[in-house]
C-alpha cells in the first residue's frame, strides 16, 4: 500500500465527515431557504435542525465509522452479522441522528437475531450507500465480485433494494479507482456510463439541475453526480451539492467520500479540517489507514 494511496484513503475519509458536517446545517432546507439564511452556505458551523456544535457529524459518518470498526473487529472481513452487531451498538449509543429504515431494520434483528433484512422495494433509501467507504478501503485490490459481495452483506443488514446496491457497488468501485490514481474521465467512463446503463433512474445528465433531493438513493445520485462530474475540485463540488438542500449531510458525505479519493489530502480545506471535531478526525484518519493498510479479505 502506497504513501499515495494511503493519502487518498485518509482524504475519502476525512471528505466524508467533512461533507456530512458541511451540510447538516443546511439538511431539509431548500435552496431558496438556503440563500436567504446564508448566501451560499460554505463554512463548518453546526446548527441546523439537529442543532450540531461547528463541526460534529451526523449518523452518515457516524455509521461509517460503526461500519469500519467491525470490520476492523472481524478481521477485515465484511460478513453480515458482524456489521449488524456493529451498527446495534452504534444506535444503543443514541446517536444524534438516525433513519427510519435504519432503525426499523436494526430492530428487526434485535428480535430475531437475522442480520438480513426481508427484501423491500420501499427501502431504497441512501442510509446503506452513506456508510459503505470502509468497505471500499477493507476490500482495495480485491476481485470486483468480491467488493460486490460485501457491499450487499452490509448494505442488507438495513437496506435490502437493488437500487440501494447499485449505489453502494458503484461507489465502492468509484473511490477503489480514484484511489489507485484513476483521473474523473476514466471512472465516468468505467463506472458512471455503465451504472446509467444499468439503472436508468439514476441518470443525472439528461435532468435539470437535482436539487431539494430526498433521501431515495436516486435523487441523492443525481444529485452527486452532477456535483462530482460538472464542478472541479472538492471545495467547489461540496459547496454545490450541500446549496442544493435536501439530504444535504448525506450528498455531501457521499460527494466528499468520492471527491476526497479523487483530489487527495492536499485538496481539503485547512479551515474546513480545524472545524471538524477533532476526535472524528482522528478516528477517520486512523479507521483509514488500519482498513487500507490491512488490505484483508472481503465477505465470505
Same mark, same amino acid.
Request: hydrophobic share 45%; proline share 4%.
Given at each position: ?16 465527515? %467533512? ?22 452556505? *460554505? ?8 442543532? %450540531? ?52 431494520? %436494526? ?11 426481508? $427484501? ?15 468497505? !471500499? ?13 460485501? =457491499?450487499? !452483506? ?8 437493488? $437500487?440501494?446496491?447499485?449505489? =453502494?457497488? /458503484?461507489?465502492? %468501485? ?15 467512463? !468505467? ?10 433512474? /439514476? ?51 457521499? !460527494?466528499g467520500m468520492l471527491a476526497g479519493a479523487l ?20 478516528? =477517520?484518519?486512523?479507521?483509514? *489507514? ?11
Amino acid at each position: 500500500m502506497t504513501p499515495e494511496i494511503l493519502a487518498r484513503a485518509e482524504a475519502a475519509y476525512l471528505g466524508l465527515a %467533512l461533507g456530512d458536517a458541511l451540510g447538516a446545517t443546511v439538511e431539509f432546507m431548500t435552496p431558496r431557504e438556503i440563500a436567504h439564511h446564508h448566501g451560499v452556505h *460554505r463554512e463548518i458551523v453546526g446548527g441546523g435542525w439537529l442543532r %450540531l456544535t461547528p463541526g460534529q457529524i451526523t449518523d452518515d459518518t457516524g455509521m461509517a465509522l460503526a461500519l469500519g470498526a467491525a470490520i476492523l473487529g472481524n478481521d477485515g472481513r465484511v460478513e453480515a452479522l458482524a456489521c449488524a452487531r456493529g451498527f446495534d451498538a452504534w444506535m444503543r449509543r443514541k446517536p444524534v441522528d438516525i433513519g427510519n429504515t435504519v432503525r426499523r431494520n %436494526l430492530l428487526h434483528f434485535r428480535r430475531t437475531g437475522e442480520p438480513q433484512a426481508l $427484501a423491500s422495494e420501499h427501502d431504497a433509501g441512501n442510509g446503506a450507500a452513506m456508510r459503505v467507504l470502509p468497505v !471500499a478501503l477493507a476490500t482495495l485490490g480485491r476481485s470486483e465480485a468480491e467488493v460486490r459481495a460485501a =457491499c450487499r !452483506a452490509q448494505a442488507h443488514v438495513t437496506h435490502h433494494n437493488a $437500487a440501494s446496491d447499485a449505489a =453502494c457497488e /458503484f461507489l465502492a %468501485l468509484a473511490v477503489q479507482d480514484f484511489l489507485l490514481g484513476k483521473s474523473l474521465r476514466e471512472v465516468f467512463r !468505467a463506472r458512471i456510463q455503465p451504472l446509467v446503463q444499468a439503472q436508468p433512474a /439514476f441518470a443525472f445528465r439528461a435532468r435539470p439541475r437535482r436539487e431539494n433531493p430526498s433521501g431515495w438513493v436516486v435523487e441523492t445520485m443525481q444529485a452527486v453526480l452532477q456535483a462530482l462530474v460538472d464542478v472541479g475540485g472538492f471545495e467547489p463540488c461540496l459547496v454545490d451539492v450541500v446549496n442544493r438542500g435536501g439530504d444535504a449531510d448525506t450528498t455531501g458525505a457521499i !460527494a466528499g467520500m468520492l471527491a476526497g479519493a479523487l483530489y487527495g489530502r492536499e485538496a481539503l480545506p485547512a479551515r474546513w479540517l480545524n472545524a471538524l471535531d477533532a476526535q472524528v478526525r482522528e478516528a =477517520c484518519v486512523a479507521q483509514a *489507514r488500519a482498513l487500507a493498510g490491512a488490505n484483508a479479505p472481503s465477505s465470505r
